[in-house]
Nanobody, 127 residues
Framework: QVQLEESGGGLVQAGGSLRLSCAAS????????FGWFREAPGKEREFVAA????????YYADSVRSRFTISRDNAKNTVYLRMNSLKPEDTAVYYC????????????????????WGQGTQVTVSS
């Protein structure tokens, strides 16, 4: 059983920064790929960023590329999402997801590829 717990969300002004964390209770953390997705009111869940297992390749949605950075610390069983230059349109509930040995951008950007999800953390960006 894999459990994911997100933290680090909150209220921030436009242009500000936040760092989200996703702590995973899993034996072989390094074998899992992780993704961050977000869901705004009235909108579908959308891909934000992902990091592969193994070499740690990273992938980003066009809307966040150059502003957000995904990383992982295999020693701490934690995945991070550093968010800079936040915009009001980044307001959403952010979810961490995990799947074992998934690779490739197409798969990692598809929420249906992931077997495990956290409860989400709210990010609100004020204008």
């Amino acid at each position: 059983q894999v459990q994911l717990e997100e933290s680090g969300g909150g209220l921030v002004q436009a242009g500000g920064s936040l760092r989200l964390s996703c702590a995973a209770s899993v034996r072989t953390f390094s074998s899992y790929a992780f993704g961050w997705f977000r869901e705004a009111p009235g909108k579908e869940r959308e891909f934000v960023a992902a990091i592969s297992w193994g070499a740690g390749y990273t992938y980003y949605a066009d809307s966040v590329r150059s502003r957000f950075t995904i990383s992982r610390d295999n020693a701490k069983n934690t995945v991070y999402l550093r968010m800079n230059s936040l915009k009001p349109e980044d307001t959403a509930v952010y979810y961490c997801a995990a799947d074992v040995r998934t690779y490739g951008r197409t798969a990692l950007a598809d929420p249906y590829e992931y077997d495990y999800w956290g409860q989400g953390t709210q990010v609100t960006v004020s204008s």
